[in-house]
């Protein structure tokens, strides 16, 4: 089979990454969240201290322990705001005064700078199915088609930074990539040799994977697979097509049907000559032929005739 290169003419120039992930500097939270407790406690324990101590005697003691307990309060609260619980199939972009810092992907409770922003990311395999698209396929008949696509988060930084929005992204770049491929191949191929939509779907969905990659890995997406969910001729020439397919399909019928008939004719004469059932000129293997070949390739059942006299009478 005569394969094309893969087009790649239309795929845009996607500039290089320039931020790309990287593990971000995390503990465990564990510690964190027992030593934001404990602070929490000695603070509240300060102020009933300084309390105590200012009900008794009134003095400057008193008001430094309640100064210390507030402190020792807020400085807890700020440690444990940074704690995070980071989900299976889930990530935490992590930015310190809007600079890229890493990314955890570690689950379970994790404590990084509180000074930080932490985003949430879904690093779980997701399904994009495009709407029907009517498109010209390569000899200018109109289609439609649909596909689905599984995809999944690689690279969390390029999704988060290097495109706005990386869900409207993938589905905005796999519809192009589809509508792609739809102009690129006609829905039936005139010659054997050439690929159609219709009769080489796995080359095709195959060479939409590929496409697909190249368009959405700027965004740090991978690709797992991809497959047309809907392909068929536009309703204004679906009856005209569906006639030529037919037409199709009934001459490669009968085609099969011519074929297989040579090759019984031909071990017919040839096992008559072979036993010496009867000895035939070659007028004789003539008629024979032709009633082997009206025989086998009509479309009604024969109707026998006796000949009572010779073949030349």
């Not at 309390?51 to 440690?79: D, N, P, Q, Y």
């Not at 796999?174 to 739809?182: L, P, S, W, Y």
């Not at 965004?219 to 397919?245: C, D, K, N, W």
């Not at 004469?269 to 025989?295: C, F, G, H, P, Y």
Request: charged content about 20%; proline content about 4%.
């Amino acid at each position: 089979m005569t394969d094309t290169a893969t087009p790649t003419a239309d795929i845009p120039a996607i500039p290089e990454p320039q931020v790309r992930e990287r593990p971000a500097q995390s503990i465990s939270g564990g510690l964190a969240l027992l030593l934001g407790l404990v602070g929490l406690i000695a603070g509240v324990g300060l102020i009933f201290a300084g309390a105590a101590v200012a009900a008794e005697h009134k003095g400057a003691g008193s008001t430094a322990l309640i100064v210390a307990g507030i402190v020792v309060i807020l400085t807890a609260l700020i440690t444990m705001g940074g704690l995070n619980m980071v989900a299976p199939g889930e990530a935490r972009v992590v930015q310190l005064f809007g600079r890229y810092r890493g990314t955890i992907r570690t689950d379970g409770l994790r404590w990084v700078n509180p000074l930080t922003s932490r985003e949430k990311i879904s690093t779980r395999v997701r399904n994009h199915e495009t709407a029907v698209l009517k498109v010209n396929d390569a000899y200018g008949n109109p289609i439609e088609l649909a596909a689905v696509v599984v995809w999944k988060v690689e690279d969390t930084a390029q999704a988060m930074f290097e495109v706005d929005d990386f869900l409207e992204f993938v589905a905005t770049q796999t519809e192009a990539a589809v509508r792609h491929i739809a102009i690129e191949y006609p829905y039936d191929a005139h010659d054997e040799d050439g690929l159609s939509l219709r009769g080489n779907a796995e080359e095709i969905t195959e060479k939409l994977a590929i496409e697909l990659h190249a368009r959405v890995e700027a965004a740090g997406v991978r690709i797992i697979e991809s497959r047309f969910t809907h392909l068929a001729y536009a309703p204004e020439i679906a009856s005209a097509m569906l006639q030529r397919q037919q037409a199709g399909a009934v001459v490669a019928a009968r085609r099969q049907i011519v074929d297989g008939a040579v090759g019984m004719v031909e071990a017919a004469l040839a096992r008559i000559t072979e036993e010496q059932i009867v000895e035939l000129d070659e007028e004789r293997k003539a008629a024979m032929v032709s009633n082997l070949m009206v025989v086998l390739c009509g479309d009604r059942a024969p109707q026998p005739v006796l000949n009572t006299g010779t073949l030349y009478q």
